[in-house]
């Protein structure tokens, strides 16, 4: 069965850098373009950004591009994400989420691991 | 980036009434709309997908309709494990954005 697991979340202080991982099982990894979604406590769903398949082609949502990178090395079915500078505004659950056929239908999704950025 | 807008924000109903939730779009999508259903503490659940098909393993009682910039997702007989918060998404442009979300509660 397809299962998708972060982490690395924690405690960070501002302006600070963190890498949250995402190890993939029970599909063929790098078939799949990958994402990444967060979710302030109590709030709803933000879009960070997606990955094609090999990693070639990368798309991220304007708040976060320039200080978030996402990149996947496909001999470890393993999707990172690299958060640089971060801010009180990035704290939040943060999925791995699957591309169902490149379509951007989000079809599963990690537990989730969450960052607090706080001093 | 597309904005999409959800109504209401909340709503409460009771086990066996029909829901209706909307998504509108701030330009035209097309069918390019998928909606997610969170339950709390859970991760989201693809429901629907293009506008109004429904995703392997979702009971019929959802559906989903629109096209161009106003979407519905009904739920045609509310059952008790549909309390939840349900989220629109955008998947016309390479930055996808999502709805606000609209939590259905019980009455």
Redesign the interface.
């Known amino acids: 069965q397809v299962q998708l697991v972060e982490s690395g979340g924690g405690v960070v202080r501002p302006g600070r850098s963190l890498r949250l991982s995402c190890v993939a099982s029970g599909f063929t990894f790098n078939s799949y373009a990958m994402h990444w979604v967060r979710q302030a406590p109590g709030k709803g769903l933000e879009w960070v950004g997606v990955v094609s398949y090999d990693g070639g082609t990368k798309y991220y949502a304007d708040s976060v591009k320039g200080r978030l990178t996402i990149s996947r090395d496909n001999s470890k079915n393993t999707l990172y994400l690299h958060m640089t500078s971060l801010r009180g505004e990035d704290t939040s659950i943060y999925y791995c989420a699957r591309d169902k056929d490149g379509s951007y239908y989000l079809d599963y999704w990690g537990q989730g691991t969450l960052v607090t950025v706080s001093s | 980036?597309i904005q999409l807008t959800q109504s209401p924000s909340s709503l409460s109903a009771s086990v066996g009434d029909r829901v209706t939730i909307t998504c509108r779009a701030s330009q035209t999508i097309g069918t390019s709309l998928?909606w997610?259903q969170?339950k709390p503490g859970e991760?989201?659940h693809?429901l629907i997908?293009s506008a109004s098909s429904l995703?392997s393993g979702v009971p019929s009682r959802f559906s989903g309709s629109g096209s161009g910039t106003d979407f519905t997702l009904t739920i045609g007989s509310l059952q008790p494990e549909d309390f939840a918060?349900y989220?629109c998404?955008q998947?016309y442009s390479?930055?996808?954005?999502?709805?606000?979300?609209t939590k259905v509660e019980i009455k």
């Open positions: 980036d998928i997610y969170q991760t989201p693809l997908y995703q918060t989220y998404q998947t390479t930055v996808l954005t999502f709805g606000q979300g």
